[in-house]
């Protein structure tokens, strides 16, 4: 099982569902020449692509082109279903820094065939993360500043603020169809700026308030 500290104590989450969202970013979904959605676009990776420490980003064999994708990761900490926005923070314990790193060559071509595109996001080390800030610390989620680099250059300057979705409306929708566990990562989405990584780049994720990650791109041999 997967764990995730919680910063400045000694408790860690472990990992259960990882739920992520598309197009959450107007720009981003414009960059990717797809319109905003009506409401929110839900897909998952296995707890299995989490990786934290130093840890590498391998880009797989299948892929030649894989991009980063800086998120705000919300961590729950209590059990719920059918989860009302007014009661949505008291199902969190924290927030975390988190990739979504997309091998968008197969991405891309899945998109055309109209098939599903799980290998082109839940492979293994698709999913870099931070400790854990608690939401103790975090008084305002939608109004934090994000910022991914590759090799020094900033390729992403975004703020959580500009998100379609707010977290409580994200909640209370996963909630509906999904009951919501104890250890559970929504990936809330990306701003614009995504683009390619190659073995060797160093990718540096931050959020201000809350963390920063840095991880080295290699190729599958």
């Known amino acids: 099982m997967k764990k995730i500290k919680i910063i400045d104590t000694n408790e860690y989450v472990e990992v259960r569902k990882i739920l992520c969202l598309g197009r959450n970013y107007a720009e981003h979904a414009k960059e990717m020449n797809a319109t905003a959605p009506k409401q929110p676009v839900i897909f998952m990776k ?10 590498k980003i391998v880009r797989p064999l299948i892929s030649k082109e894989m991009h980063h ?3 705000l990761v919300v961590v729950i900490g209590k059990d719920g279903k ?16 988190g990739l979504d790193m997309t091998l968008r060559d197969l991405q891309s071509e899945a998109k ?27 008084p ?6 994000m910022i ?13 603020g500009n998100m379609i979705f707010s977290i409580p409306q994200i ?15 929504i990936f ?32 599958e041999k």
């Open 46 to 55: 296995p707890a299995t692509a989490i990786i934290n420490g130093d840890g």
């Open 69 to 71: 994708e800086i998120e």
């Open 82 to 97: 059918n989860i009302p926005q007014e009661k949505a923070y008291e199902h969190i314990v924290g927030y975390a820094v």
């Open 112 to 138: 055309k065939q109209g098939l599903p595109w799980t290998l082109a996001k839940g492979f293994d080390t698709s999913a870099p993360i931070s400790d854990i800030a608690s939401i103790s610390n975090i």
């Open 140 to 145: 305002n989620p939608h109004n934090l500043r």
């Open 148 to 160: 991914c680099s590759v090799n020094g250059e900033v390729r992403q300057n975004g703020n959580t």
């Open 171 to 185: 909640i209370e929708f996963i909630s509906k169809y999904i009951s919501l566990e104890k250890g559970d990562l």
């Open 188 to 219: 809330t989405g990306t701003p614009e700026g995504v683009s390619e990584v190659k073995p060797g780049d160093i990718i540096e994720a931050e959020i201000v308030g809350i963390g920063k990650i840095t991880h080295e791109v290699a190729g």
